[in-house]
């Protein structure tokens, strides 16, 4: 299905740079990773103050893939400067898991993305705004612990489905949620399945993912399912999903993707966060960036974006050089 | 290659942890050299894992059923090669970084090394650098591993290296990093003597480091 963020993207005379990460805001307003991942007002502050800045085309929520873990009822370590992250294992077998609740929407921090999106839209300015959820094969990993959730994917996976089809049911709802809120869409990040064989792929990430877009996928409201791990070789699994945006990390060959999937599918991504944005300078990252425009170049269905979520700390001045090479 | 060696390896390809544990039993019953068991059954089939790995056929979780199922026949093994005073490739020490509880690359590297014969004592995670010298003190390694998955983190690499060095013991253990930001200029940077970007890599690098590749 064409939405209209879709839509958006294919009829923009230019690429549109969309990078991922709302942390390196957090440079330019002064509040902690901590207060943005726990207060919608400091996380809205963070991507207003990065399109004030960039005059970014499209604001996206955090990516913080704790936040329906943590929902689940599993334990996190939360610092001022990290992006929180999951500790040990909720649930160990099948017995665990055919207890364990599907929670509430808005129980926990799910409350702070919908907020921040809602918050976003009540600026009205006409911007385009994505909401930031995790994948259910990500979240099952989450859950259940990511070595045990792989190994289990060759050994038991009866009992990974079972605990697939209750994040799938959860995901469901909060995607309905944040469509509900007036958001264009919605990233699903589902890194831990790039770790999958292209089989396991197929059946314990897109089987879920194609769920999930059935359910929720509007004219009006798209997923872009993220997949920083996923090479060349998963993309035809990760097509089953049915997503009408692909959003790669660098491992990927994007000009050969983008040759394979056609003109329907929009793709996304893919300079490295952490060497590019993070670790790199100006001059490197104007560089890559054009490589990367060369790359895709004469492909409207492209989105020039990092390939994942640009860490904390990362200079201004790198964003400003992909943002200036981007729009010439 | 003996049938008993050769189902032996092919429990471990196949990730079959029950089926290594049996055939390992079975070769020392019939008699086989534990030292053949072990670079000819788990060594070399852990060398293939990585091959496979690196040749796009096998994915992580294959991996970590194949090393599951040598740390089976390990297990069985294990005390004949201690009863035999045969000894290990080289120890390791190995953490993530204080600060990171990331642990499925330090855990896949870990299994890698042990399948190339290595003696491994692993830290876990959240490692400070205050552990990983007094574990290097105690256990007295030829190869220290760190690493480290967050940017925020990474600096605790190159912390740790900075404190064995105040401590004037730095050239007493070799040290290998890795992780997703890691690169091989920030190794060359913070003095760390290998950089390897898989587990399966990382196998190599500590057999070259050790004069054995």
């Known amino acids: ?118 918050k976003l839209l009540s600026i009205d300015k006409g911007i385009p705004v994505l909401g930031g959820v995790i994948g259910p094969f990500s979240l099952a990993g989450r859950i259940f612990g990511v070595s045990e959730s792989l190994e289990i994917s060759l050994t038991e996976p009866d009992t990974l489905k079972k605990l697939l089809e209750k994040v799938t049911e959860y995901l469901i709802s909060y995607l309905t949620a944040f469509r509900e809120a007036g958001v264009q869409g919605v990233i699903m990040a589902e890194p831990t399945a790039g770790l999958l064989s292209p089989r396991g792929l197929s059946q314990f990430s897109s089987a879920y993912v194609k769920q999930i877009i059935e359910s929720t996928v509007t004219p009006d409201f798209t997923v872009v399912l993220h997949n920083c791990g996923a090479k060349l070789v998963h993309l035809p699994k990760v097509l089953e999903a049915g997503a009408e945006i692909l959003h790669f990390g660098a491992p990927m060959d994007i000009g050969q993707a983008l040759t394979q999937v056609g003109e329907d599918i929009i793709l996304s991504g893919n300079l490295d966060p952490t060497g590019v944005f993070h670790n790199g300078n100006p001059q490197e990252v104007t560089a890559r960036t054009r490589e990367l425009l060369q790359a895709t170049a004469g492909h409207r269905n492209f989105i020039p974006s990092s390939g994942c979520d640009i860490p904390p700390h990362s200079p201004l001045d790198n964003l400003a050089a992909f943002f200036d090479t981007i729009r010439g | 290659m003996d049938t008993k060696i050769s189902e032996i390896f092919n429990a471990i390809v196949d990730g079959d942890a029950s089926a290594a544990k049996q055939t ?138 900075q404190y064995f060095e105040e401590k004037g013991v730095r050239k007493d253990v070799k040290i290998i990093i890795g992780g997703a930001p890691i690169t091989q200029s920030y190794a060359d940077e913070i003095g760390a003597d290998g950089f390897a970007p898989d587990a399966s890599q990382a196998a190599a690098l500590a057999k070259r480091l050790m004069g054995k590749a």
């Open chain 2, 24 to 161: 390992v039993q079975s070769a020392l019953e019939a008699g086989i050299d534990a030292e053949i068991i072990l670079n000819e059954g788990l060594v070399a089939s852990m060398k293939e894992v990585g091959r496979l790995f690196e040749e796009g056929e096998y994915f992580v979780p294959e991996m970590l059923i194949s090393a599951r199922a040598m740390q089976a026949g390990m297990n069985i093994l294990r005390p004949v090669l201690i009863e035999q005073d045969i000894k290990p490739s080289g120890k390791v020490v190995i953490g993530t970084v204080r600060g990171d509880l990331h642990d499925i690359g330090k855990n896949l590297v870990s299994m890698m090394l042990e399948g190339a014969g290595f003696q491994i004592v692993d830290l876990g995670t959240d490692v400070a650098p205050e552990k990983f010298l007094e574990a290097v003190t105690e256990h007295k390694p030829d190869i220290l591993g760190m690493s480290a998955l967050l940017t925020t983190t990474m600096s605790n690499i190159k912390a740790t290296i």
């Open chain 1, 1 to 118: 299905m064409r939405t209209s963020f879709g839509n958006f993207i294919l009829n923009s005379t230019n690429p549109v740079p969309m990078p991922i990460g709302i942390y390196a805001g957090l440079e330019i307003t002064g509040a902690s990773v901590r207060q943005s991942v726990t207060d919608a007002h400091a996380q809205s502050e963070a991507i207003l103050a990065l399109h004030e800045r960039f005059n970014t085309p499209v604001m996206l929520t955090a990516m913080d893939l704790s936040v329906e873990a943590e929902e689940f009822g599993c334990e996190i370590r939360m610092t001022e400067d990290e992006i929180p992250s999951v500790i040990g294992r909720k649930v160990t077998d099948l017995s665990e898991i055919d207890r364990l609740p599907v929670p509430m929407i808005g129980s926990g921090r799910t409350a702070v993305s919908l907020q921040t999106a809602q």
